[in-house]
C-alpha cells in the first residue's frame, strides 16, 4: 500500500509540473503516460474576412499513450460551411519522443512527428491547413524546454497538401506545399504553492504561429495568447483567440476563438 501511495504521489505531480507545457494550438514534444487515454472536443469560431458570419469547427479527437516514446492521436473535421454542421474529414497524428533529459524542476525534450489528413470540402484560401480544410500529410519536429513554471516550445513542418476527394482537385495555380513553424509560452500561475492534486492550475499561454508557401512568396503570422485551466489533474479547460499578425496569402477566416474541452483517463491498458 505504502509503494502504491508513492507511485500515485509521484504520478500526480509529474502531471502537475508539465501542466503549463499543454499547449493549445501545438503539441509540445512531451507524451501522455503509458496506457493513458484521452478525449478532447475543439471548438472554433472564426470570423470570416470576405462575407458576413463566422465559421464553425467542431473536431472531436482521441488520443492514446502506447509506450514513453509514442502516441497517437485520431480526430474528425464537422463544419458549418455550408449552412449546416456536416463531417469534412479526419486526421491521424503520430508523435515519437526520441530525446528526454529530466532534471530537478526542469526538462528538455524533442519528438519527431507526423500528421494524415483526409478532406471532403472545397479548397479555398491559399493556407495550407491539415485540421480541418485541406488532405495531404505533415511530417516535422519539435522540441520543448521546461524550466520550473515556465515552458518554451518550438517546432518546424513540411506540409504537402492533395486533393480533397472526391471532388476537389487541388487548384492548378497553387502551391501545394508550405513550411510551418511554431513557438509557444506557457507559465503556470496558480496554484502559487503545490498542496494535493485537487487544486486547479490555471496556466498562461501565448504562441506564434507561421507558414510559408513554397516556390511562392506568401507567408503569415498569427498570435494566439489563451488561458487554460487544469481540474483534478485530468480536465483541462483552454480558452484562446487567434489573430492574425500579417500575411500576404489568401485566408478565409484566419481571426477567432477556440475553445477546448480535454479529459484523461489514467492507466485504461
Known amino acids: ?42 471548438n472554433s469560431l472564426m470570423k470570416e474576412k470576405v462575407q458576413d458570419g463566422f465559421n464553425y469547427h467542431l473536431m472531436p479527437e482521441l488520443m492514446y499513450g502506447i509506450s514513453d516514446k509514442w502516441m497517437v492521436h485520431a480526430s474528425t473535421f464537422l463544419s458549418n460551411r455550408n449552412s449546416s454542421l456536416v463531417s469534412e474529414g479526419g486526421s491521424f497524428y503520430v508523435k515519437y519522443k526520441f530525446l528526454n533529459r529530466d532534471e530537478v524542476q526542469r526538462h528538455f525534450r524533442m519528438a519527431l512527428f507526423s500528421r494524415y489528413s483526409f478532406n471532403n470540402a472545397d479548397i479555398h484560401q491559399d493556407e495550407l491547413n491539415l485540421i480541418g480544410h485541406n488532405s495531404g500529410f505533415e511530417l516535422g519536429i519539435n522540441a520543448t524546454q521546461l524550466l520550473h513554471k515556465l515552458a518554451i516550445g518550438g517546432g ?16 492548378a495555380n497553387q502551391s501545394n506545399q508550405a513550411a ?14 503545490y498542496k494535493d492534486y485537487k487544486q486547479t492550475n490555471l496556466n498562461v499561454m501565448c504562441e506564434f504561429l507561421g507558414q510559408s508557401i513554397i516556390e511562392e512568396n506568401k507567408n503569415y503570422l498569427d498570435i494566439a495568447p489563451s488561458v487554460q485551466f487544469i481540474f483534478l489533474s485530468k480536465m483541462r479547460l483552454d480558452i484562446a483567440y487567434r489573430q492574425e499578425l500579417f500575411s500576404s496569402m489568401q485566408r478565409t477566416a484566419p481571426n477567432g476563438f477556440v475553445v477546448r474541452f480535454e479529459y484523461n483517463f489514467f492507466n485504461v491498458y
Open 156 to 171: 518546424f513542418s513540411y506540409i504537402q497538401a492533395t486533393d480533397n476527394r472526391p471532388n476537389y482537385e487541388f487548384p
Open 180 to 193: 510551418y513553424y511554431t513557438l509557444s509560452f506557457g507559465r503556470l500561475v496558480l496554484p502559487k504553492k
Open 1 to 42: 500500500m505504502r509503494l502504491y501511495l508513492v507511485t500515485l504521489i509521484v504520478f500526480l505531480i509529474s502531471q502537475f509540473t508539465s501542466a503549463q507545457e499543454l499547449f493549445v494550438f501545438t503539441e509540445p514534444a512531451s507524451n501522455m503516460p503509458k496506457g493513458n487515454l484521452g478525449i478532447r472536443a475543439m
